[in-house]
Nanobody, 114 residues
Framework: QGQLVESGGGLVQAGGSLRLSCTASGSIFSYNVMRWYRQAPGKQRELVASITDGGTTTYTDSVKGRFTISRDNAKNTMYLQMNSLKPEDTAVYSC????????WGQGTQVTVSS
C-alpha cells in the first residue's frame, strides 16, 4: 500500500473516450473509499467520482451519464471510463485512496480538443 500510479491520459477529440487506471502498489481491499479528482489550469481541484469498498458510486453533476468509476480488487486497480468527452473535461486527473491514511497518485493529463 501507499503508492498509486495513474495511466491512460492523453489527447482526444471532443466526443471521444478515454479510460483512466489507478493501480496501487499493494492490495486495494482495505481502502474504504477511492476517488478521482481533477484540476484544470487556474481552477480549484474538483471531486469527479467516488467509489466505496461496497461499490457505492457518486459523481459530480457535470459528468453524470458520461463517466463511470469502478474498481477491481483482484487487479488492485480503480478505473474511470470517460465517454462523450468535452473540452471542459481537460484537466490533470488524480486518484485518491483512503483507509486509516490518505494516498494520492501523481496525476495524468487529459486534454480534449474541440
Amino acid at each position: 500500500q501507499g503508492q498509486l500510479v495513474e495511466s491512460g491520459g492523453g489527447l482526444v477529440q471532443a466526443g471521444g473516450s478515454l479510460r483512466l487506471s489507478c493501480t496501487a502498489s499493494g492490495s486495494i481491499f482495505s481502502y474504504n473509499v477511492m476517488r478521482w479528482y481533477r484540476q484544470a489550469p487556474g481552477k480549484q481541484r474538483e471531486l469527479v467520482a467516488s467509489i466505496t469498498d461496497g461499490g457505492t458510486t457518486t459523481y459530480t453533476d457535470s459528468v453524470k451519464g458520461r463517466f463511470t468509476i469502478s474498481r477491481d480488487n483482484a487487479k488492485n486497480t480503480m478505473y474511470l471510463q470517460m465517454n462523450s468527452l468535452k473540452p471542459e473535461d481537460t484537466a490533470v486527473y488524480s486518484c485518491y485512496a483512503q483507509n486509516f491514511r490518505v494516498y494520492w497518485g501523481q496525476g495524468t493529463q487529459v486534454t480534449v480538443s474541440s
